[in-house]
Nanobody, 121 residues
């Protein structure tokens, strides 16, 4: 099994910054991609940013230039640095990993429990 544990969420004023962390553990043989998604109340879960094992990144248009995703492969950890936060960034942020586990044949999606980010004055 794979466990993803997020940390770093909280309440911040507009224009402020937060850094989210996600550590993956378990019987993981390989992680292809790690990323962050978010879900606001009453809305679907949307991609925020992803990073591949090779370091290629992908961002939602709404966060480009404000958010930066990074990864420590040796620690199976991914980070999301969020700057210039806006009220519309308020959501539950979920960590995702596309991973191959011991005893399985295919890469699969794994999710963390989510961490709340609230941007409000």
């Amino acid at each position: 099994q794979a466990q993803l544990v997020e940390s770093g969420g909280g309440l911040v004023q507009p224009g402020g910054s937060l850094r989210l962390s996600c550590a993956a553990s378990g019987t993981i043989l390989s992680i292809r991609t790690m990323g962050w998604y978010r879900q606001a109340p009453g809305k679907q879960r949307d991609l925020v940013a992803t990073i591949t094992s090779g370091g290629s990144t992908n961002y939602a248009d709404s966060v480009k230039g404000r958010f930066t995703i990074s990864r420590e492969s040796a620690k199976s950890t991914v980070y999301l640095q969020m700057n210039s936060l806006k009220p519309e960034d308020t959501a539950v942020y979920y960590c995702n990993a596309v991973a191959l586990l011991s005893g399985t044949r295919n890469f699969d999606n794994y999710w963390g429990q989510g961490t709340q980010v609230t941007v409000s004055s």
